[in-house]
Every structure is written in structure tokens, then in C-alpha cells.
């Protein structure tokens, strides 16, 4: 059973000035995409794990490092998995036809669930773990 | 035009959950604790208390359960443990008796053929008919409660405003199947955040059925827990309100039960939340609105409450509205899509619940291992949606037939919890 300690140990109090920083690194790699005319399903999937990532993420114990190189990451995996995407699905409907794009519409619903959350978790589990690392000596 | 509308009524409603979900996983995570918890008093302060156990065919859990009763640390004196044997057809009543025999506070009721095996509400009511205690407890037979979890939660009861609490369920059994994993991580967003957000923030708590206790007198005035409705447990809690009293939920009452173990107890099970939860709606949310004493905002989170089981079936229509809308050649295909998709989805995975609130319980539990299988909560959503489509379609069915009689799919329980409890296991089964 858990401790309300070490609960409260991870709670503390959060860094607002993460959460900042990472809002302005999202928002310059938004523009980019913006700029370059990406998809704009692609644009929305990748600002919803943003959201999600620099709102929740961001503010909890952990290096500013880490957090910006797991949401970089995470970025990129999510344009390239988007990209990858659209090229299957062009292909796919070449051969099969516009009707195709519904079939995909609703896919890509379920594609774009697997990426964000796998990469939200995976950024989730890699800061606990290093929390918990970091705790360890002192608790000995 | 309609269409369009439909939909974007539709999409307004996803974020209006989602921001729910979102202000309840941001509470829980960033801002201090405001509600305190009161202390357990000493023995001469205690309240009596009175818990029962409804057991069906439990033969493999009900010594469990029992033996944990005789080391609880609350006060032997002021406690009254009510075995409810609803003609189970096994060991369970030669079991239980075979503890009453040891232990002058364990009594066993037992239930015939002809009024038993009728659901757990109406075994619930013959154990009320002889509880003695202020505050009667629930527990069901596969649960394993804290030592002092009733100090835990009896603390509570000083507020008079307070009718009913409820403790934490974990999961006993979490590494027996995929299944068992993925309802320990709805469990964990379901109570670790999403009730104990609700509880911080002032809005409406639930009281889950088991791993919590009412006033006897609130529970007798209410007369007891309505048979006709499947989630008897939500619908005392709207009736609890209605009669201007506060559900508490304590975190720290921490009990393990033993979760669904497959694919299709997990489909029966949710299948009766469901259509019970529909039942409630259709019966409290008029009166709940109307109620005056009740504030603006637990009107609305009681309304968000109650309506949670028909979220699936909107996603579903949103779908239809979609693949229809795309045939008709309306606007802005993709885009509106992929955003009125992304908020349907992220507003029922886990349990009802969204990954993000999964994932920051997971995170103040600790359990690192547990978040690498968040992915798989995948699964889960088309699972509810068929379900709860199935509970709406059979509620409509039998109001067309008049016929309100809904049978109770019991959930088995295999006792496989027994071999995580290792310091116990001798003890239960010598």
C-alpha cells in the first residue's frame, strides 16, 4: 500500500517556469510547422501531445533537460508517424479509391491514440524512474 | 446543416468532459490538499459499527475476508461483522458459520432459495434488518481491507454533514492477466485522481457499494438500497444528496479486491454498471437539477456523473455523423475530424476516464511498469462503447416491454488473490 509521503513527496511543489519554457519551445515548433504548410491533422495530433505533455508533464520533478529532449522526441515521432501515415493511406487510396479516406479517417484516430500515448507515458515513466533513482539514496 | 450541428453539440460535450478529467488530474497532481482529514479519536469515541458482507457462491474468498474481520484493530466491542449468505449452493455459509462459531461479533444471515440469489442490493437490505451499529460498512467477499481501515474511515463521520464515505479499491490479483492489469489502471485513475479530485474540490464523491459505510439512520430513512436499480450503490449516493448530506472519499482506506480475471466477466460486469448508471440517471438527474439545497457546481459534476455511461454511445454517433457527413461532402473533413475524434477518444479510455488521469495516478502510485501498458488501454474503448450501446439498447427494450426486472449478473471471484497475500495464506486456509 502507498504512502501519502511519498505522494506527497512527488507532489511538491511544481515548477512553473518548466511549463513556461516548454509552451515557448512548443509554440516556435508549431509556427515551423505552420510555416512549412504541414497537414494540419498532423499540426493538431502533435499540439494535442504538447498540450498534454507541457501542461501535465512539464511542471512535475525532473531535469528541464530531460523534459525538453522527451518532448523534442516526442515531436518528431509524431510528425514522422503522422507522415508515414498519410503516405500509407495516399498509397492504399490510389489503388482502392476516395472511399478509402473514411476508412482512414477513422484510423488514423486510433493511430494517432497509440503514438501520443506511448510517448506520453514512456516521457511519464522515464522522469518517475528517475525521481525514484534520486530518492533512493536518501531513503537508504 | 443539422447534421453539423448535431455534431459540433456533440464535440462541445467531449470537451467538456475532457476539461473535467483535465481539472481533476491537475488538482490532484499541483494544488494542496484543502479538505482536511480528520484523525481517528480514541476507543471511547468510536462510533458503532456494522459490516456486511453479501456473499454468493464465495467459498473461495469468504475465509478471507473473514479472517482479515477478526484482525481488524478496530474495537472488537463496537464492531458487528454481518455475513449475508444469499443461498449460495457452496461452502460459503459452513465457512462463515464456522468463523461465528469462533467469534462472538461475526454473525451469518442466511438467505433461502426463494428470496435469495436475487442481487446484491436485497441481500444488502436483509443484513440492515439486523446491523445494531451507527455506521454500517459494506465490504464485498473478494476484498482485504487495511488493518485500521475502519478507524480510517469512521473519522469521518464526526462531520454530522457527512452521510456516507468511501475508501480506495487497488487490485489484489493485478499481475494475472492483461485484463486484471488494465482494470488495476482504471482503478488507479478512477479513485487516486478522478474521486479524489472530486472529494477536494468539493463536487460528488461516489459511494462504490463496497470499501464504504452510511449513517444507519440516513441508510433506514432513504429505506435502504433501491433492488430495481443495478448501480444501487450510485443511486444512494444522488439519494444521500437529495437528503442534504456530503459523501467523503478517504484515500488512505486503502482495500485490495480481487478484479474480473477475463474478457467476458469483464463484459457482464460493466455491462451492469452500465445499465445501472442509466437506471440512476433516469431516475435522479430531474430531481437532483431541481434540488435547491444542492450547489450549482455539484449539480453540474452530478450531471457530468450521471451521464457518463451514455459518453460511449455519443462517440459512436459522432462516428456515424462523420462517415455520413463525408458521403454528404460537408465541411471541413479532416480537420474537424481528427479534433472532434481526438476529445471523443481521450474522454472515455480507462474506465470512463482519460489516459492522462490514468497516467498521473499511476505516476503518484509509483508504478513505473504499470505506465508502459497505457498503450494497450486501446483496447478498452471499443470495448465500452459496445457496452454501454448494448446496456442503452437493453434498457430501451425492456421499458418498451414494461418489464423493469433486470437480473444481476453476479461476477465470479476464483480466490487466484489468495497467492498474493502470502503472510495470510496459511491463516485462511488452516
Given at each position: ?31 515551423l510547422?505552420?510555416?512549412?504548410r ?12 504538447d ?49 478509402f ?16 500515448v ?23 | ?5 448535431t ?30 482529514s ?30 482479515r ?31 461465528a ?12 432459495f426463494?428470496?435469495g ?36 474511515l ?9 452521510g456516507?464515505?468511501?475508501?480506495r ?17 482504471e ?10 479530485a472530486?472529494?477536494?474540490?468539493g ?25 430495481s ?21 478517504v ?6 479486491e ?11 460486469q ?5 445499465k445501472?448508471?442509466?437506471q ?30 451514455f ?18 461532402g460537408?465541411?471541413?473533413?479532416s ?8 476529445l ?10 482519460p ?13 513505473v ?7 494497450m488501454l ?13 446496456a ?6 425492456s ?11 453476479k ?7 489468495n ?12
Amino acid at each position: 500500500l502507498h504512502s501519502d509521503v511519498i505522494v506527497e513527496r512527488l507532489k511538491k511543489k511544481p515548477d512553473f517556469l518548466h511549463p513556461i519554457f516548454g509552451a515557448i519551445i512548443t509554440g516556435y515548433l508549431l509556427l515551423l510547422f505552420l510555416l512549412y504548410r504541414v497537414n494540419t491533422a498532423i499540426v493538431v495530433s502533435v499540439a494535442t501531445f504538447d498540450f498534454l505533455f507541457v501542461s501535465l508533464i512539464f511542471p512535475l520533478k525532473g531535469s528541464i533537460f530531460h523534459k525538453v529532449i522527451l518532448l523534442l522526441t516526442g515531436n518528431l515521432a509524431g510528425f514522422i508517424w503522422n507522415l508515414l501515415q498519410f503516405q500509407l493511406a495516399d498509397v492504399i487510396a490510389y489503388f482502392l479509391g476516395g472511399a478509402f479516406s473514411i476508412v482512414f479517417s477513422i484510423a488514423s484516430l486510433i493511430l494517432n491514440y497509440i503514438w501520443i500515448v506511448s510517448f506520453w507515458s514512456l516521457a511519464l515513466s522515464i522522469l518517475t524512474r528517475k525521481n525514484l533513482r534520486k530518492e533512493e539514496p536518501t531513503n537508504s | 446543416l443539422i447534421l453539423e450541428i448535431t455534431l459540433l453539440l456533440i464535440i462541445v460535450l467531449m470537451s467538456i468532459y475532457l476539461a473535467r478529467h483535465y481539472i481533476f488530474t491537475f488538482t490532484v497532481l499541483f494544488l494542496p490538499q484543502r479538505r482536511t482529514s480528520p484523525k481517528p479519536k480514541t476507543n471511547d469515541h468510536y462510533f458503532s459499527v456494522s459490516v456486511l458482507i453479501p456473499a454468493l457462491d464465495e467459498e473461495r474468498v469468504i475465509g478471507r475476508i473473514l479472517q482479515r474481520m477478526t484482525e481488524l484493530t478496530y474495537s472488537k466491542e463496537k464492531l458487528q461483522v454481518i455475513v449475508i449468505d444469499d443461498a449460495s449452493k457452496d461452502r460459503t455459509f459452513e465457512i462463515a458459520q464456522s468463523f461465528a462459531e469462533k467469534f462472538n461479533f461475526i454473525q451469518v444471515v442466511r438467505r433461502d432459495f426463494i428470496n435469495g440469489r436475487a442481487g446484491k442490493a436485497e441481500a444488502l437490505n436483509e443484513g440492515l434488518k439486523h446491523a445494531t451499529g451507527e455506521i454500517v460498512y459494506c465490504f464485498d467477499a473478494d476484498y482485504y481491507p487495511q488493518l485500521d481501515i475502519l478507524e480510517k474511515l469512521t473519522a469521518y463521520f464526526a462531520d454530522p454533514k457527512v452521510g456516507a464515505v468511501q475508501g480506495r479499491v487497488t487490485v489484489l490479483n493485478e499481475p494475472y492477466s492483461l485484463i486484471t492489469r488494465l482494470v488495476t489502471m482504471e482503478r488507479t485513475g478512477g479513485y487516486r485522481v478522478n474521486q479524489q479530485a472530486r472529494d477536494e474540490l468539493g463536487l460528488i464523491p461516489q459511494f462504490g457499494g463496497t470499501v464504504g459505510g452510511f449513517r444507519r439512520d440516513l441508510l433506514e430513512s432513504l429505506g435502504g438500497w433501491d433492488s430495481s436499480i443495478l448501480a444501487e450503490d450510485t443511486d444512494l449516493t444522488f439519494r444521500a444528496y437529495l437528503a442534504g448530506y456530503k459523501v467523503r472519499y478517504v484515500n488512505e482506506a486503502e482495500c485490495y479486491e480481487e478484479a474480473v480475471e477475463g474478457w467476458r466477466s469483464y463484459w457482464h460486469q460493466r455491462s451492469r454498471w452500465a445499465k445501472g448508471h442509466m437506471q440512476c440517471a433516469f431516475k435522479n438527474m430531474l430531481p437532483f437539477l431541481k434540488c435547491k439545497r444542492i450547489l450549482l457546481r455539484e449539480k453540474v459534476d452530478g450531471f457530468l456523473v450521471l451521464s457518463i455511461y451514455f459518453v460511449p454511445l455519443l462517440i459512436l454517433l459522432s462516428l456515424i455523423l462523420n462517415v455520413t457527413l463525408f458521403f454528404v461532402g460537408s465541411f471541413g473533413q479532416s480537420t474537424f475530424l481528427n479534433i472532434a475524434m481526438l476529445l471523443s477518444v481521450y474522454s472515455v479510455t480507462g474506465g470512463l476516464a482519460p489516459f492522462f488521469e490514468v497516467g498521473i495516478g499511476a505516476y503518484l502510485d509509483q508504478r513505473v511498469r504499470a505506465l508502459w501498458l497505457m498503450p494497450m488501454l486501446v483496447l478498452l474503448i471499443p470495448l465500452n462503447i459496445a457496452i454501454c450501446v448494448k446496456a442503452f439498447l437493453d434498457l430501451c427494450v425492456s421499458k418498451i416491454n414494461g418489464n423493469n426486472n433486470h437480473k444481476w449478473m453476479k461476477t465470479c471471484h476464483n480466490g487466484n488473490g489468495n497467492c498474493y497475500i502470502t503472510n495470510q495464506r496459511d491463516k485462511i486456509f488452516e
